[in-house]
């Protein structure tokens, strides 16, 4: 979000500051018809008539906000490469996946033919199928996101009555498994489908929510102790006000309240009169928990149990003997395999930290070695 901002603001390119997108917290999936008609113009000069497609008019959903029209380029006739050497790598693969799919979405779909052959053995049946691309419609466009796969026709020459040899055949025992754990990503398109929040909201739904309540490790999410007390609290004593249906139900109302279909104050008042009653029984009957212990480990230098804690720098594990004992376990560091050796040191290697002001370069070994540097700013030049 962050970074598609900055296309939305302004982008200095040569001797113009311009805007490369249009509002980019949105949801909506309508077009402007003066877009449409610039890019059925742009795909008739550059790929040809056979090309230009029509731009399909959805009927939003009611969870879908209207007010602004689809994340687009402002002009179609900027192109990602014409503007390569102004934007740094994030801010280029942005423009240019925004540029591909609002281009392709008014594009002819591609055409092909499905060759399909049926096998019967006993009372087991097998299936081979291979693609024909007759026409590639808006597939030409995949090479410019570097998403083109190699679609190898094959054709199959198998005519009713022939008989094939098995080459070879598994036998695969599958086992319900577990749902799989969200990544950020997943974790968004749950949030838009059950209608809580909106792309406003987002980011800083899941920045919050690291902040003390969860990890993310190799892409997928991990809840932490303290967000799993939380979870577990909040079901227990707040469960009318938090959870997913009131939540969805309450965005509705803002909604309505936008277009003056409801009066705020009613909505405003059944939401106090609900959630007072809950907060009081919680604040009665829910035990005092400030920590949780962490098990199998104690303190080494005092002994005492360990436990977790938050910090204005997010959750950590310390000593439960605080302020007696100031023993705080350092964090796993994850060293690049191309990270620089510190300077002063010599002995630990600069990794990326956070501090008040923001990301830096840090010696690992802190607090150990107090080695620290900005980040220096890259000017990424297209390669000829």
Not at 83 to 91: A, D, I, M
Not at 165 to 190: M, N
Request: hydrophobic share 35%.
């Amino acid at each position: 979000m962050k970074l598609a901002q900055t296309l939305f603001e302004s982008v200095n390119i040569g001797k113009k500051t311009t805007g490369l997108i249009t509002y980019h917290r949105t949801d909506s999936i309508q077009l402007s018809p003066i877009f449409i008609n610039q890019a059925k113009q742009f795909i008739n000069d550059n790929f040809g008539p056979e090309y230009v497609g029509k731009a399909y008019v959805q009927k939003e959903t009611a969870l879908v906000q209207g007010a602004h029209e689809a994340i687009r380029p402002i002009d179609i006739n900027i192109k990602p490469d014409d503007v390569r050497e102004y934007l740094n790598l994030s801010q280029y693969k942005i423009y240019k996946l925004i540029y591909v799919r609002a281009l392709a979405s008014i594009m002819t779909a591609k055409k092909l033919i499905v060759h399909k052959s049926f096998f019967e053995a006993q009372s087991y049946e097998a299936e081979a199928s291979s693609n024909e691309v007759i026409f590639p419609g808006h597939s030409v466009l995949d090479s410019w996101l570097s998403t083109s796969k190699k679609e190898g026709y094959q054709a199959l020459d198998y005519q009713i009555g022939d008989s094939v040899k098995v080459k070879d055949y598994l036998i695969e025992d599958v086992s319900t498994k577990p749902p799989a754990r969200y990544s950020e990503g997943q974790l968004v398109k749950k949030m838009e489908e059950t209608g809580i929040g909106r792309p406003s909201t987002y980011a800083v739904t899941i920045e919050k929510l690291r902040e003390h309540y969860i990890q993310v490790e190799k892409g997928l999410i991990y809840p932490l102790p303290q967000g799993e007390l939380v979870d577990e609290k909040l079901r227990e004593y707040i469960k009318r006000t938090i959870n997913v249906e009131y939540t969805a139900k309450m965005e509705k109302y803002l909604d309505k309240i936008e277009t003056k279909e409801v009066d705020k104050l009613e909505v405003l008042k059944e939401f106090n009169d609900n959630f007072v009653e809950e907060l009081k029984n919680a604040l009665e009957h829910m035990p005092t928990q400030k920590t949780i212990e962490v098990k199998d480990e104690v303190c080494p230098k005092c002994g005492k149990a360990l436990v977790y804690r938050n910090g204005k720098f997010g959750s950590f594990i310390g000593c439960s003997d605080f302020p007696s004992c100031n023993y705080i376990k350092p964090k796993e560091v994850v060293i690049p395999k191309n990270a620089k050796v510190c300077p002063k040191c010599g002995q630990g290697h600069l990794i990326t930290r956070q501090g008040k002001y923001g990301s830096f370069l840090g010696c690992s070994r802190f607090p150990d070695c107090d080695y620290m540097e900005p980040f220096k700013k890259r000017k990424y030049f297209r390669k000829s």
